[in-house]
């Protein structure tokens, strides 16, 4: 239940609701999600020009004792001012302002706040929307990451420690003793069958990776969320290049944002999704960092129905010798 649906409860008629959100950016507003906490500044910032604004109507809305009410309203993502029968016809401008503020200085939570039980790969439109931002604001973070290099890609894991190096030999730790395990498969990108060398010369520009994974796909090829995953996951991509990945994917169809969520060794990270018609692949992303913690790709349909593969990566970077 929304808070309007408690409208007549609170002496606000249908009229009335229809009234207050007849504003430019209502729809911003609905479909924006949750809106984090302003920092200071910014809330005072907010609250000075409201004030200013209604201050030539007679009434104060941040004065006083209602003033600290107006304060912890907006700390909290609620747009508080004055009673709507006492805001004359300057109320859509006044309320338009406060949407704009809102939706200008607040920040986007990543949750998962809908009735959809995580993991089925159904979620509404506007959270596809936020998936987008999401994977854009998560490009930002890959880019700002120093870059490095080495002889070995290494990635700790759940089930050990595995290496590939520039010439895509694969090795694996596991108590203390290494052993080579073959030729690591090339990395699957639209038309592109990639090694390490070929990971190095692929475009970074966000357009062109998206249209490399727009391209029609070939025999059993994995999905296009499949194969960005597939890349920001386990192999050496460098921050330039992850950065592209994340706007790519945010250019795909269908993504979805699943939220604040722990991967299966409890560490919390933002999960975004992609629903084929018989499976759902899932990424797990640390938003401070942009690393990937986990994958897993769970089937919805067919003999496999519920079975789900995870890919936990604890680690990963560059080394120069293996163990």
Excluded at 100 to 109: E, L, Q, R, Y
Excluded at 133 to 157: C, P
Excluded at 294 to 307: D, H, L, M, V
Aim: charged share 20%.
């Amino acid at each position: 239940m929304t808070t309007y649906d408690n409208s007549e409860a609170n002496g606000m008629g249908m009229n009335e609701r229809g009234a207050l959100l007849d504003f430019p950016g209502a729809d911003e507003l609905a479909t924006a999600g949750l809106v984090e906490p302003l920092s200071e500044r910014a809330l005072a910032r907010v609250l000075a020009e409201v004030e200013a604004a209604v201050a030539t109507e007679g009434t104060v809305a941040t004065g006083g004792a209602r003033g600290a009410e107006g304060a912890a309203g907006a700390k909290a993502g609620v747009a508080a001012v004055v009673p709507l029968r006492r805001i004359s016809g300057r109320r859509r401008a006044l309320i338009a302002l406060l949407t704009t503020a809102a939706v200008a200085t607040g920040v986007v939570t990543y949750a998962n706040t809908g009735a959809t039980p995580a993991g089925t790969g159904t979620h509404s439109g506007a959270r596809a929307n936020t998936a987008a931002v999401f994977l854009d604001d998560i490009s930002t973070v890959a880019a700002s990451q120093s870059a490095s290099s080495g002889k070995y890609w290494k990635m700790r894991t759940t089930v050990g420690d595995e290496y590939i190096s520039q010439s895509m030999d694969e090795y694996v730790v596991n108590s203390g003793k290494a052993a080579k395990k073959g030729q690591h498969p090339d990395w699957q990108f639209g038309p592109k069958d990639l090694d390490w060398k070929g990971l190095e010369q692929l475009t970074t520009d966000p357009a062109q990776l998206l249209a490399l994974l727009q391209t029609p796909p070939r025999p059993k090829s994995i999905s296009p969320f499949d194969q960005a995953a597939s890349l920001l996951t386990e192999s050496p991509a460098g921050p330039k290049l992850r950065a592209g990945l994340f706007k790519a994917m945010a250019g795909l169809k269908g993504v979805k944002l699943v939220g604040q969520v722990k991967d299966s060794t409890g560490r919390g990270g933002t999960a975004v999704e992609f629903a084929e018609a018989t499976s759902v692949g899932r990424v797990i992303v640390d938003p401070k960092t942009s690393a990937i913690l986990e994958y897993t790709f769970t089937w919805t349909a067919g003999p496999s129905k519920g079975k789900v593969t995870y890919h936990t990566v604890l680690s990963a970077g560059f080394t120069d010798k293996i163990g």
